[in-house]
């Protein structure tokens, strides 16, 4: 039987989570529409012995693949030219699917030809398991449930990991990679699909259950200035993606370039978070700079308000706004 989509489960030192992740991914319904490709990149707990009676169990929607660590990048890398499913979805090992919403969304999929599909996601607290905010895919109500072109959908909210399902086919043929043993390159695969996309469904089904308030997460602040380096990595792998595609159609220029922005508005953050440091100060201006003068179009797409104050005043409110800022983070 064909397979209607590929679920990829990045899964590194997850035995505490992997199994509710696998758990909402049985849905008999549909289990044979599903490819799920659970990659173990080098785990050193139980994690694959865990997820080997899943695929002993349903050998025919579950694979267990095993690699050596690489990072989250590493095991979507690795699992693209596997995926034989015509849709391609991430799910990360320590989140997971609302089981009641799979059918719904395979049912989608079965109806569509869109190149992306973005839906509507829950954010999930850690300690307390009750959903904290619903992450709208479309700005309105009308733009559910049809197919737009990117040109009318490029002000729509910018799709996410969490949101986003893709033709394999677009990952496949155009060699889509991202940085290994490396945080944040889920921006790049986010983004570099993009100039091959000309179509886009939205849908209001709450499919992914992302996880959040874990202890050592990529998107905590304290870990983002542990890692200020790979933030910087991505964010000039993605700069030089833009250049490469500088004579993109306008609409899809905007998009990746708002993309992109989103990235540059949390090195802000990270420069914010790092405190009233004169060093601290002048490399934020330099790459203020740097980014105006390269990236005029992600300089002009940079959404925060903090982030334009700071412009205006030249940089002179900084002290005052990391106090602030350190203030807010408790």
């Given amino acids: 039987m064909e397979k209607l989509l590929t679920i990829v489960v990045p899964a590194y030192n997850v035995e505490k989570y992997i199994k509710n992740c696998l758990d909402s991914l049985i849905e008999i319904s549909v289990l044979r529409s599903l490819e799920i490709l ?45 995926a034989t499913g015509k849709y391609f979805k991430v799910l990360d090992g320590d989140d997971w699917v609302d089981k009641s919403q799979l059918p719904k969304f395979v049912e989608l999929l079965k109806h569509t030809h869109s190149d992306m599909i973005s839906n509507d996601f829950n954010l999930v607290d850690d300690r307390t398991m009750k959903v904290t905010k619903r992450r709208k895919a479309a700005s309105n109500s009308y733009h559910y449930n049809r197919e737009w072109g990117f040109a009318e959908a490029v002000m729509d909210p910018l799709v996410t990991i969490h949101s986003m399902t893709i033709r394999t086919d677009i990952l496949q043929k155009n060699d889509i990679r991202v940085d290994e043993h490396c945080f944040y390159e889920d921006q790049e695969y986010i983004l570099y699909p993009i100039p091959y996309c000309t179509s886009i469904t939205f849908s209001p089904i709450p499919l992914y259950q992302y996880r959040l308030g874990r202890s050592g997460q990529s998107v905590d602040i304290k870990m983002m200035i542990k890692r200020h380096d790979q933030h910087l990595r991505v964010l000039n792998a993605l700069f030089d993606y833009n250049n490469v595609h500088g004579s993109l159609q306008t609409y899809k220029k905007l998009y990746l370039e708002r993309g992109i922005a989103e990235a540059v508005d949390d090195e802000y953050q990270i420069f914010l978070a790092k405190g009233n440091d004169e060093k601290n100060i002048e490399q934020m201006k330099a790459f203020d700079l740097k980014l105006r003068e390269e990236h005029p179009g992600v300089y002009a797409a940079c959404s925060r308000k903090s982030v334009w104050l700071l412009r205006k005043t030249q940089f002179k409110l900084f002290p005052m706004a990391a106090l602030v800022y350190s203030r807010l983070r408790g």
């Fill in 38 to 82: 659970v990659v173990n990149d080098g785990s050193t707990d139980r994690t694959l012995q865990i997820a080997k009676t899943y695929e002993n169990k349903y050998p025919y929607s579950i694979k267990v693949l095993s690699k050596e660590n690489g990072g989250h990048g590493s095991a979507i890398n690795y699992a693209i030219p596997r």
